[in-house]
Structures are given as C-alpha cells and as structure tokens.
C-alpha cells in the first residue's frame, strides 16, 4: 500500500482533485448516454415526433464534450467551439468538468427538459 501525506490526498479527493474531475467527466458522458439512449427517446414518443426531430442545444453542446473526452483523450474537438450554453472550453482546452461546472450543468439540464 502507498503512503500518501494528508496534502497529496486532499489534493487528489477534496471539491476540484483529479479524481472529483475524473467523476465530473464520467458523469457528463453517462448523462449524454442517458440522454440519447433513453430519455430523447420517451420525450419524443410523448409529443408524437421522431426521435431525431427532437432537437436540444444544450445536450448538442454536451455531445461535443463527449466526444471530446471519449475520442480526443479529454481535449476540446473544434465543435467545442461552437458551443451555445456552456461555452467553458475551446478547441483543444482540457475538458474539466469540475464541481462548479456540474453544478451548473445539471441547473441548465433541468431547465432545458423543461422546455423540451
């Protein structure tokens, strides 16, 4: 078992460690997963449209990170850019998804279900 010293394990676990950031990524691409395999789904079946007619900014900008994080080793692709609602990352930043900015996300996901 490794030691560690007090610092480099609050610096590893507390609000904004590495592994808090881990978390926030991997929660960011499960959130779209549930998105696109689930919930657009239900949501359009319930206002009788088609999946793919079912169109959302925010979770368009969220398949950007995804992407990011899944298939440019967690860099910002150029869509990032682009971006509408969350706009924290631009081309080749480092996708963080911090607890500030998860905090925020999930504020702008209840709002965006709202208005679906």
């Known amino acids: ?5 007090q610092g480099e394990w609050k ?5 904004d460690g590495v592994k808090i950031r881990l978390v926030g990524n991997m929660c960011l691409v499960m959130i779209y997963q549930y998105w696109e ?15 793919d007619e ?11 990170f995804r992407n990011s994080i899944i298939h440019n080793n967690g860099r910002a692709i150029s869509e990032v850019s682009r971006c509408k609602i969350p706009r924290w990352f631009t081309e080749n930043d480092e996708i963080v998804m911090d607890a500030a900015k998860m905090d925020r996300l999930i504020d702008c996901i209840k709002s965006e279900i709202h208005g679906l």
């Open 54 to 64: 079912l169109m959302s900014d925010l979770f368009g900008d969220i398949r950007h």
């Open 37 to 51: 395999d689930k919930y657009r789904e239900e949501i359009a079946k319930s206002k009788r449209i088609a999946k």
């Open 11 to 15: 610096e590893k676990n507390g609000k």
């Open 1 to 5: 078992m490794a030691a560690v010293t």
